[in-house]
């Protein structure tokens, strides 16, 4: 069993900035890549980003120069910096990791880009 959970969702102005955070525990072993996606209600979840074990990233075009995703392989987690944040950007975050192609989820946390 794999556990995710994330953490730094909140209320922000436009503009402003949060940080995500993901920790993952339990069965975590060998290569994996970890990324997020978010949601809203009444549309399908989309991915933000993603990185793999190497380190390489892939962002949505939506988020591209404004979000940065990173991660700490000794502890697990993963991060996603969100600046210069706009009400669009307004969702469920859900983190995600991909183990032997078997995706976990956490349950989300909620971001809300409001003024």
């Known amino acids: 069993q794999v556990q995710l959970v994330e953490s730094g969702g909140g209320l922000v102005q436009p503009g402003e900035s949060l940080r995500l955070s993901c920790a993952a525990s339990?069965?975590?072993?060998?290569?994996?890549?970890m990324g997020w996606y978010r949601q809203v209600p009444g549309k399908q979840r989309e991915a933000v980003a993603h990185?793999?074990?190497?380190?390489?990233?892939i962002y949505a075009d939506s988020v591209k120069g404004r979000f940065t995703i990173s991660r700490d392989n000794a502890k697990n987690t993963v991060f996603l910096q969100m600046n210069s944040l706009k009400s669009e950007d307004t969702a469920v975050y859900y983190c995600?990791?991909?183990?032997?192609?078997?995706?976990?989820w956490g349950p989300g946390t909620q971001v809300t880009v409001s003024s």
């Open positions: 995600t990791i991909i183990i032997r192609a078997t995706n976990y």
């Open positions: 339990g069965s975590i072993a060998g290569l994996y890549s």
């Open positions: 990185i793999s074990t190497g380190g390489s990233t």
